[in-house]
């Protein structure tokens, strides 16, 4: 085979010498190839990109993201030094209206240094822009270990769908792992070696014929990382993702291009890949690393909560009747159930001894998948 011009080279010379590759090896490989990925190499956020997310919908969505991070610092009983930390930050533009929100509260910004994780070289120029004039330090890391020790407030708003997905298949009685292989000319998932039972939960292992069970264990890292620091230490992580709040069997890998759904296998590299969030599974991993964990909250609850209404009140009034519409708009984008309202939750886990931050003072039932 000539010298490789894409991702989809890689792999598929990859399967020729090492056999299938894993759908979590394909996820990483697609979303963080160092040469290739899809986040290495470009900003896929906006109209022109591929998906737009809630901080690139409205500035209110960061504004009450900073008041949710005050309040939380109060309720730390306002320590001089605080790691305010994003997750996966995109452009930046959730750090930046959250800290302008959060600049008028004497003392927040003397305490805090900002500490960004992100892998993208492109996404990390373009916080630097962004950030370039805000007061407090602003640091970069690569991920949530190398973050320093200390009183943390963490936000992450669609990082986690961005971590790899382990996949299994059930076929004739047995869970095998999935995975990826190329065949007649084209990528095809495939079923290789049998799992350890233990891997599958126990509701699930006499399941159909055919069933997907999906598992993150990079996700479970990144939660076992911060609660743990957040058992010993005062703070508190708050993530918002879709996904489900009942842990379950089925597929939710799915790969989008040009604001709309795509093949997750036919264009390595060039297709954003992302997998639902199981709410369920991380709160049980966060409380058996010892941090108290609240919500699920949907995202419409958490931001009516927050005062969306009033504070989209204000900003109508602010820019005149004639632009009112456009606030309008983003309100029922970020809140409306059949927007991005109730198919994005928000779950918050905190320091043991600190009470329930804000918002998540009264649970919601829900029930979905
Ligand atoms: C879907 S974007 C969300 C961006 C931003 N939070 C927003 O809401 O606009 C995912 C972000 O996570 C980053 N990311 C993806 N995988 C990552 C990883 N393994 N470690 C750190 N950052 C990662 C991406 O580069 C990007 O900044």
Redesign the pocket.
């Given at each position: 085979m000539p010298s490789p011009e894409t991702l989809g080279d890689v792999l598929r010379a990859r399967i020729e010498k090492d056999g299938p590759i894993s759908v979590e090896d394909w996820m990483a490989a697609c979303?963080?190839d160092p040469q290739y990925g899809y986040?290495m190499t470009r900003d896929?956020?906006g109209r022109r990109g591929d998906?737009t997310?809630?901080?690139?919908i409205s500035q209110m969505f960061g504004e009450l993201l900073g008041f949710w991070a005050v309040v939380v610092w109060q309720q730390m009983h306002m320590p001089k030094r605080l790691n305010l930390v994003?997750?996966?930050?995109?452009?930046g533009?959730?750090m930046a209206d959250a800290l302008r929100a959060a600049a008028g509260v004497p003392g927040f910004l003397d305490a805090v240094q900002v500490h960004l994780?992100?892998?993208?070289p492109v996404?990390q120029s373009r916080q630097r822009e962004t950030l370039q004039s805000v007061r407090p330090t602003v640091m970069w890391h690569?991920?949530v270990d190398a973050l320093p020790d200390g009183p943390m407030i963490v936000l992450?708003?669609?990082?986690l769908?961005?971590?790899p997905v382990r996949q299994y298949v059930h076929q004739q009685g047995t869970w095998h792992h999935r995975a990826v292989t190329w065949a007649d000319g084209a990528f095809k998932f495939v079923a290789t070696g049998s799992a350890d039972p233990d891997r599958i939960p126990a509701p699930f292992r006499t399941a159909a014929e055919g069933a997907i069970y999906e598992d993150s264990p990079?996700v479970r890292a990144v939660t076992e990382n911060l609660a743990g620091r957040l058992s010993a230490e005062r703070g508190a992580a708050l993530f918002i993702d879709y996904g489900h709040t009942v842990g379950g069997l089925g597929e939710t890998l799915q790969a989008v291009s040009r604001h709309g759904y795509a093949n997750p296998l036919a264009a390595p590299g060039d297709v954003?890949l992302?997998a639902h969030v199981d709410f369920a599974a991380l709160k049980a991993c966060a409380r058996k690393a010892g941090a108290a964990v609240w919500g699920p909250l949907t995202q419409a609850a958490l931001f009516q909560r927050l005062g969306i209404d009033e504070r989209a009140a204000t900003l109508a009034a602010a820019i005149g009747t004639e632009r009112a519409g456009e606030i309008s708009a983003q309100h029922q984008r970020l809140t409306a159930p059949d927007a991005m309202g109730h198919l994005f939750k928000a779950l918050a886990i905190t320091h043991p001894g600190q009470p329930a931050p804000p918002s998540f003072e009264t649970p919601i039932p829900m029930r979905d998948r």
């Open positions: 979303l963080g986040y896929p956020l998906f997310t809630a901080p690139e994003e997750l996966g930050p995109g452009r533009t959730l994780v992100e892998t993208s996404l690569a991920d992450a708003n669609e990082f769908d961005a971590l990079a954003d992302t």
